[in-house]
């Protein structure tokens, strides 16, 4: 039905534009598109007609297959619901091009120039290895239709894939190559994809994921693919988008997760993403969510990784290596919120340079922060470092570690309960600080009470010391099941606010121990060495 609508409609517009003749593939006499008695001209479906010129419509609604070009043809425009294969010979066509509805088109050994091409109603579009499609103007795929290039080229000015409805219209790159003078635009009201595998190549100034609200545009990159775009690219424009790298390379200048529509990026399948320069913010604004999940392969960031800026952030690690070369906020500003999860049977490697925030101040110095929190499992072949670990620094932090099977926690100290309120608990697996463990500090931003609390099962855990309930105002609580704590220079149970230690099930703890008058002191079922 919406085949014959287009029909209709382009029919409508040659008749009202000029005095062009309608001209039907039939197919009668062998495949050439010069022999008469291969078209009609409708109504008059019987008499053979001359096959359409420069101002005529050549039509292929009614009958398909193979049609070659013995040599370069021109007609006003081309609409395509059947299954159709032009062998070019060498030869160019140009067209005003739809495929739409049923319509399958496979182009071999030539060119389609065109001003506006339009896929549209599940129509298909495929380009062979030989065969070129040079644009003038704008290409759009919608409503569910498909561009497949295979090994073939792609010249446009612009490219809009996806527009008007929710099926999604895909732009499909097997080892072939598209190069547009203008941003792609994926997701324009309606679903755009893009997939480039095969060393497939992509040539944009830029890409834009969900143009307007009711938009969402996704691309994926492949085995083999790469693509490098130049400028701040927006996953997550006004609609949503994503991009996955799931064995690819992908490199980005700079990056925006989830700025007014929600945003992904994933990593998988040994993937490479490399961002150039910036800090890197996920769910930027209130009501907006952006997420990065690195599952295996790759992902190096130049600056700081700002999990919820003004919205809501998340980040998985399952496998791989995460590289920040500033700090992981998790959390930001009091309308965000960010989330850590840890599924790591596979080898897992991330590594901060600067310091790891849950329940972060972000970039702002004073006032509250957002809630952040750290959830999931540890395996053994996982390590994750920085230089500081500070739970709760402007908002609740909250650290699970819920199965920590012998992999390590390496940091030069850790704080719990900073400015807000900080928990920590670990079953299992080694956490290593060179310098101090402040349970329960109450930096004098706080604005009330600040509470640290600390529950280790069977844990290892080794510092240069050991303060709970350091500043007035605070208290620090630390409960251990099992496990040890090797601590170099001492141990401080209540400085200015209040601490308690309790040991049962065999846990051991090594230090020079000071005890204020202020703490409570709980030993039980232990020594204290």
Same mark, same amino acid.
């Given at each position: ?21 309608? &001209? ?11 022999? +008469? ?5 409708? +109504?008059?479906?019987?008499? +053979? ?22 040599? @370069? ?50 129509? &298909? ?16 795929? &919608? ?79 492949? @085995? ?56 890197? &913010? ?138 807000? @309120? ?108």
């Amino acid at each position: 039905m919406r085949g014959s609508i287009v029909h209709l409609i382009v029919l409508l517009c040659v008749a009202s534009t000029t005095e062009a003749a309608i &001209k039907q593939w039939v197919g009668g006499t062998g495949t050439s598109f010069a022999t +008469p008695d291969n078209w009609v001209a409708p +109504p008059d479906t019987e008499d +053979p007609t001359p096959p359409p010129g420069p101002g005529d419509f050549a039509d292929f609604t009614a009958f398909g297959g193979l049609v070659t070009f013995p040599a @370069n043809v021109t007609n006003a425009q081309t609409l395509v619901t059947q299954t159709v294969e032009f062998q070019l010979l060498t030869n160019t066509y140009s067209t005003e091009l739809t495929v739409a509805g049923s319509g399958d088109l496979t182009v071999r050994n030539g060119t389609i120039i065109t001003n506006n091409p339009i896929l549209a109603s599940s129509g &298909k579009l495929s380009l062979e290895a030989d065969a070129m499609l040079s644009v003038l103007n704008q290409l759009l795929i &919608k409503d569910g239709a498909r561009l497949i290039v295979i090994g073939g080229t792609v010249d446009s000015v612009n490219v809009t894939v996806g527009m008007d409805t929710t099926v999604t219209a895909r732009l499909v790159l097997n080892g072939g190559t598209l190069n547009s003078t203008n941003p792609l635009i994926l997701g324009d009201g309606g679903r755009g994809a893009v997939s480039m595998s095969n060393g497939a190549t992509l040539n944009v100034p830029s890409i834009v994921f969900g143009a307007t609200t009711t938009g969402r545009g996704d691309l994926t990159i492949g @085995n083999a693919a790469s693509l490098t775009l130049l400028g701040t690219t927006v996953i997550g424009e006004q609609g949503s988008g994503s991009i996955e790298v799931d064995g690819g390379a992908l490199t980005l200048q700079s990056v925006e997760i989830g700025k007014f529509g929600s945003g992904s990026l994933s990593i998988d399948e040994s993937g490479t993403v490399i961002i150039q320069s910036g800090d890197v &913010k996920l769910g930027l604004n209130p009501g907006v969510s952006g997420s990065i999940s690195v599952r295996s392969g790759m992902l190096t960031l130049p600056g700081s990784l700002f999990v919820g800026l003004d919205g809501t952030g998340r980040l998985r690690t399952d496998g791989g290596t995460l590289t920040v070369n500033g700090d992981l906020h998790l959390g930001s500003s009091a309308s965000s919120s960010g989330n850590w999860d840890l599924d790591t049977n596979e080898t897992t490697v991330v590594s901060v340079t600067n310091n790891i925030i849950v329940g972060s101040r972000g970039i702002f110095l004073s006032g509250s922060g957002g809630s952040g929190e750290i959830h999931g499992e540890i395996g053994a072949e996982t390590t994750i470092s920085a230089n500081a670990f500070i739970i709760g620094d402007g908002a609740l932090g909250l650290v699970f570690f819920d199965e920590f099977e012998e992999g390590t926690l390496d940091f030069n100290s850790t704080t719990i309960g900073n400015i807000d @309120n900080g928990v920590m608990n670990i079953n299992g697996g080694s956490w290593d600080n060179s310098g101090a463990v402040i349970i329960g500090r109450g930096d004098i931003l706080a604005s009330g009470p600040v509470e640290g609390s600390v529950s280790l099962f069977n844990t290892a855990v080794s510092s240069s010391s050991l303060a709970l309930g350091e500043l007035m105002d605070s208290s620090g609580e630390l409960e251990m099941s099992g496990g040890s704590w090797q601590i170099a220079a001492g141990l401080v149970i209540g400085n200015g606010g209040t601490g308690s230690v309790s040991l049962s099930d065999g846990a051991t703890m090594t230090s020079v121990i000071k005890i204020s008058a202020a703490s409570d002191r709980v030993l039980e079922q232990t020594q204290l060495l």
